[in-house]
């Protein structure tokens, strides 16, 4: 009886001790909604959120995007996708219209544990500035 009790408190302890170093330095991938709210600027130059940490080393793992207001209008398109601090594309970009829903797209290799940022520009090149907002995520599983 007493050897059995010494072989669950260390199954205990062992479990405890593996779960919490992973725990400790694992953070799993969801499917999250991040706000964005930016001032999409004239002749296409670009606007970007705050940096989200990108983990994943899979270029096939999602990053998305869902405008749900656009100052140019209902139904109007915005270009969106992600960059590094440098301002390098690490994604292909999305042409997003407004009210549509997510859009998804796979990353480049150098979005790979890097912080990205969601950047966008008008899809026209003309004078215009407008507001756009809603939500993104750097990686969705």
């Given at each position: 009886?007493?050897?059995?009790k010494?072989?669950?408190?260390a199954v205990c302890?062992?479990?405890?001790v593996?779960?919490?170093?992973?725990g400790?330095n694992?953070?799993?991938a969801?499917?999250?909604?991040?706000g964005?709210?930016f001032?999409?600027q004239?002749?296409?130059a670009?606007?970007?959120?705050?940096?989200?940490?990108?983990?994943?080393?899979n270029?096939?793992?999602?990053?998305?995007v869902n405008?749900?207001?656009?100052g140019?209008g209902?139904?109007?398109?915005?270009?969106?996708?992600?960059?590094?601090?440098?301002?390098?594309?690490?994604?292909?970009?999305?042409n997003?219209k407004?009210?549509?829903?997510?859009?998804?797209?796979?990353?480049?290799?150098?979005?790979?544990?890097?912080?990205v940022?969601?950047t966008?520009?008008?899809?026209n090149y003309n004078s215009?500035?407008?507001r756009?907002?809603?939500?993104?995520?750097?990686?969705?599983?």
């Amino acid at each position: 009886m007493k050897a059995l009790k010494l072989k669950m408190v260390a199954v205990c302890l062992l479990s405890i001790v593996t779960f919490g170093a992973v725990g400790a330095n694992t953070a799993l991938a969801s499917n999250d909604n991040w706000g964005f709210n930016f001032t999409i600027q004239p002749h296409q130059a670009n606007s970007r959120s705050g940096p989200r940490y990108r983990q994943t080393t899979n270029v096939n793992n999602k990053w998305k995007v869902n405008m749900q207001s656009s100052g140019e209008g209902a139904r109007t398109v915005t270009t969106y996708w992600l960059e590094n601090a440098g301002g390098t594309n690490v994604s292909p970009s999305l042409n997003v219209k407004q009210g549509n829903g997510s859009y998804y797209s796979s990353a480049y290799s150098n979005a790979s544990k890097k912080n990205v940022y969601l950047t966008a520009q008008n899809n026209n090149y003309n004078s215009s500035r407008y507001r756009v907002s809603g939500f993104w995520d750097e990686e969705t599983n």
